[in-house]
T-cell receptor, first 114, second 113 residues
Framework: NAGVTQTPKFRILKIGQSMTLQCTQD?????MYWYRQDPGMGLKLIYY???????DKGEVPNGYNVSRSTTEDFPLRLELAAPSQTSVYFC?????????????FGQGTRLTVV | AQSVTQPDIHITVSEGASLELRCNYS??????LFWYVQSPGQGLQLLLK??????LVQGIKGFEAEFKRSQSSFNLRKPSVHWSDAAEYFC???????????FGGGTRLMVKP
């Protein structure tokens, strides 16, 4: 049972480059999330999705895009990478039962923009 | 808007000593509260959660937390800390729609031998 899988684990980008962070889950969860984690700031929600074909902005969406074509996959796209996007990115999924919003997290992608 | 404050950025305790990590939240309705733990280089693992009922909740690894509505707090406790508990701990509040978690800034716990 893999849970939430993120790739790559590490990446260095040059300013202006683009990349896609991959996230897949095998728990048939309908909710998926992307967070970024900066030191001392906790996790900030970038985008989330409540099901295939539906995405919504979170707290810090600027500079990112997402898509959700299947239940399993929720890729995060960075266009024109900037140093401010240096961070650790976490993907998570949940299957809210009533209000039982327990989220399961991937192991993270550490991105450095230079 | 919901928010979470963890006042202590770093805490150091001796192995075997008791632990309390503080968490204060702001939310307009009945909160759904969580504590997660993050070991170095790892993702977040759920320790415990509170939705309703008994205000003292038990979690994994010997942790417990107490919900105090009057103080808007959800402090995490452990009676005897082990070296393996060294990690970063995050408190979070969930919204009523069940689609968003708001995290505090985290508390990094160090354990002295």
């Amino acid at each position: 049972n893999a849970g939430v899988t993120q790739t790559p684990k590490f990446r260095i980008l040059k300013i202006g480059q683009s990349m896609t962070l991959q996230c897949t889950q095998d728990m048939n969860h309908n909710y998926m999330y992307w967070y970024r984690q900066d030191p001392g700031m906790g996790l900030k929600l970038i985008y989330y999705s409540v099901g295939a074909g539906i995405t919504d902005k979170g707290e810090v969406p600027n500079g990112y895009n997402v898509s959700r074509s299947t239940t399993e996959d929720f890729p995060l796209r960075l266009e024109l990478a900037a140093p401010s996007q240096t961070s650790v990115y976490f993907c998570a999924s949940s299957f809210p039962q009533g209000k039982n919003t327990e989220a399961f997290f991937g192991q993270g992608t550490r991105l450095t923009v230079v | 808007a919901q928010s979470v404050t963890q006042p202590d950025i770093h805490i150091t305790v001796s192995e075997g000593a008791s632990l309390e990590l503080r968490c204060n939240y702001s939310y307009g309705a009945t909160p759904y509260l969580f504590w997660y733990v993050q070991s170095p280089g790892q993702g977040l693992q759920l320790l415990l959660k509170y939705f309703s009922g008994d205000t003292l909740v038990q979690g994994i690894k010997g942790f417990e937390a107490e919900f105090k509505r009057s103080q808007s707090s959800f402090n995490l406790r452990k009676p005897s800390v082990h070296w393996s508990d060294a990690a970063e701990y995050f408190c979070a509040v969930g919204n009523n729609a069940g689609n968003m978690l708001t995290f505090g800034g985290g508390t990094r716990l160090m354990v002295k031998p």
